[in-house]
């Protein structure tokens, strides 16, 4: 159980396209999910929270209008990289927690995806 | 949340018990202790989590000392495959029950050698 499923894995593109990267809990509810990005040789740096049904909340030095998180369900989480450039090639990975009374419930991750902007 | 300090880098041999340690020495009475690797190229897995009791699931046994400030992660039969990036996380329980992020450290690269 609690599986998080991201999709694509693996995406090249050009310079000043969109990308947009899903995320969902196939079988459990999640009223928050998390992004995150890992550059080479470094560890995981949270991005932004996504809350269902309201606005992100995002961490201090990460751009809002660049990385647009949209929060629809209780199973999806959408990041979507707007005017992708060279430098925002990374790994992104994403997480989810079972809605639960319990806040000690672990999160669970995606296997992220692989950006590579050209 | 607590901040936590791990060895860069084990080694283990392959059927041998792997002893990840991990010091959180200003840990509060309200965090838990959680345990994921990444193995490369891959999102971080759940291993295992506890407040105060040890711990022990399918994957790996957590030892939590009596005064809270460590814990080490034991792997019993290290396999190749367990071959990772372990990173120790403590993080508060928020009352209202609602998910909090995860912090990550440089967390502790083991070898496991054949």
């Known amino acids: 159980g609690a599986v998080v499923s991201q999709h694509p894995s693996w995406v090249i593109c050009k310079s000043g396209t969109s990308v947009k990267i899903e995320c969902r809990s196939l079988d459990f509810q999640a009223t928050t999910m998390f992004w995150y990005r890992q550059f080479p040789k470094q560890s995981l740096m949270l991005m932004a929270t996504?809350?269902?049904?309201?606005?992100?909340?995002?961490e201090q030095g990460v751009e809002k209008d660049k990385f647009l998180i949209n929060h629809a369900s209780l199973t999806l989480s959408t990041l979507t990289v707007t005017s992708a450039h060279p430098e925002d090639s990374s790994f992104y990975i994403c997480s989810a927690s079972l809605v639960a009374s319990y806040s000690n419930q672990p999160q669970h991750f995606g296997d992220g995806t692989r950006l590579s902007i050209l | 949340d607590a901040k936590t300090t791990q060895p860069t880098s084990m080694d283990c041999a392959e059927g041998r018990a792997a002893n990840l340690p991990c010091n959180h020495s200003t840990i509060s009475g309200n965090e838990y202790v959680y345990w994921y690797r990444q193995i490369h190229s891959q999102g971080p897995q759940y291993i295992i989590h506890?407040?105060?009791n040890n711990e022990t699931n399918e994957m790996a046994s957590l030892i939590i000392t009596e005064d809270r400030k460590s814990s080490t992660l034991i792997l019993p039969h290290a396999t190749l495959r367990d071959t990772a990036v372990y990173y120790c996380i403590v993080r508060v329980v928020d009352p209202s029950g609602s998910a909090r992020q995860l912090t990550f450290g440089s967390g502790t690269q083991l070898t496991v050698l054949p």
């Open positions: 996504s809350n269902e049904g309201s606005k992100a909340t995002y």
């Open positions: 506890g407040l105060k």
